[in-house]
């Protein structure tokens, strides 16, 4: 009978300890009928394992002990007693569901318990009283997340917007404008070059712009075109070939795009096309065949292409189909590369792919 209905326990005037075992490991609400002189810390476990709901019939003499492992359940906090709920009781609870913070009395929360709500989920700094938010807590949330942006812009201070930028880079953009400094700022750009867009102009100094282009060139993008010079726009490029996309035609000399096409030789697609010239193409083929196919369709000359062929055959079938059949009836190549040329051109991508691992 207790088997099929375990609550039937209320109905029996004597019940045995093994009765009550029986009727609390079918249904945990069967507690609440178990004498007190036969209830056990045992069968007060089994009842909340079967049952969350069986904690509300704890006698409170049993709670000491079952504190040490019930807060890993959810919303069970509510029904103990408040006398059971120390301060160490509530930060495991919190260590497990951190949210659970918001919904403990101002009074009772301490400094400890929002650590530890803290730890495990950073984003409740967002709700984070007053109170709790000095100094010294700030810096410790600072070494949770290496981030200022779960740090409310009031509660920030010069050192906690020093210490996030000396842990992680991209953190400039999060610093209230008032906190900003020169000193700030260089150590903002030294972790990250595009961080220069976030500066304030009064602390934006050439020599910055060139520590932030030295870092990352096409952070470039970035400074203040009054900065610009022949010298940063060469850093930039120096430092990343496809700052040369950012750079206008008016300091793209042709000394400058010959020391880029050099140094990277595919870097001739990233030059705008007013730029671009038959003798810096000439220059990235003779430097790597493989920057053919960043060359605009406009400037792949027979010539050019041929030259290519010579040297890296597979490379023109990165060609438009109009180019190469151009190539092959220039009668410039031999007539098996011809040959190679014409399957080229009415070839699908996966062919010229195993065309390229079998012909190199």
């Not at 101002?106 to 700094?125: G, H």
């Not at 991209?170 to 961080?195: M, S, T």
């Not at 605009?296 to 055959?313: G, M, N, R, W, Y």
Request: glycine share 4%; with cysteine; hydrophobic share 40%.
């Amino acid at each position: 009978m207790i088997n099929q209905n375990p609550l039937h326990l209320k109905n029996i005037a004597m019940p045995t300890a093994e009765l009550c075992n029986l009727a609390v490991s079918c249904d945990g609400m069967a507690i609440q009928y178990i004498p007190e002189h036969l209830l056990t810390y045992d069968m007060c476990q089994m009842a909340i394992y079967n049952n969350k709901n069986a904690i509300k019939h704890i006698p409170g003499k049993f709670f000491p002990d079952i504190m040490r492992w019930t807060f890993i359940y959810p919303g069970l906090h509510r029904y103990v007693p408040e006398k059971y709920m120390t301060e160490n009781i509530r930060i495991r609870l919190l260590s497990w569901h951190p949210r659970l913070i918001d919904s403990i009395p101002a009074k009772y929360q301490t400094t400890d318990m929002w650590l530890e709500a803290l730890r495990n989920d950073i984003s409740l700094v967002k709700i984070l009283p007053a109170r709790f938010a000095t100094k010294e807590m700030l810096k410790t949330i600072i070494g949770f997340c290496d981030s200022l942006v779960w740090i409310r812009p009031e509660l920030q201070t010069y050192e906690i917007c020093l210490t996030a930028i000396q842990n992680r880079a991209g953190q400039l953009r999060y610093v209230r404008k008032d906190l900003q400094n020169e000193y700030l700022c260089r150590k903002a750009v030294e972790k990250c070059g595009d961080d220069i867009q976030f500066v304030e102009p009064r602390f934006m100094t050439y020599e910055l712009c060139v520590e932030a282009v030295t870092k990352q060139g096409t952070s470039i993008q970035y400074v203040n075109v009054d900065l610009w010079d022949d010298n940063l726009c060469r850093i930039a490029v120096k430092s990343d070939r496809k700052a040369a996309e950012y750079i206008s035609a008016k300091y793209l000399t042709t000394f400058l795009c010959e020391e880029i096409i050099t140094s990277h030789p595919s870097a001739i697609g990233c030059l705008p096309r007013c730029a671009i010239t038959p003798y810096l193409c000439n220059l990235a083929v003779e430097t790597s065949t493989k920057s053919l196919r960043y060359i605009p369709s406009e400037f792949q000359t027979v010539e050019l292409c041929i030259k290519v062929a010579k040297k890296d055959l597979p490379e023109l079938g990165y060609l438009n189909k109009q180019t190469l059949k151009k190539v092959t009836d220039s009668g410039e190549l031999p007539a098996g590369d011809c040959e190679v040329l014409k399957l080229l051109t009415f070839s699908s991508n996966f062919e010229y792919l195993f065309f390229c691992n079998t012909y190199s």
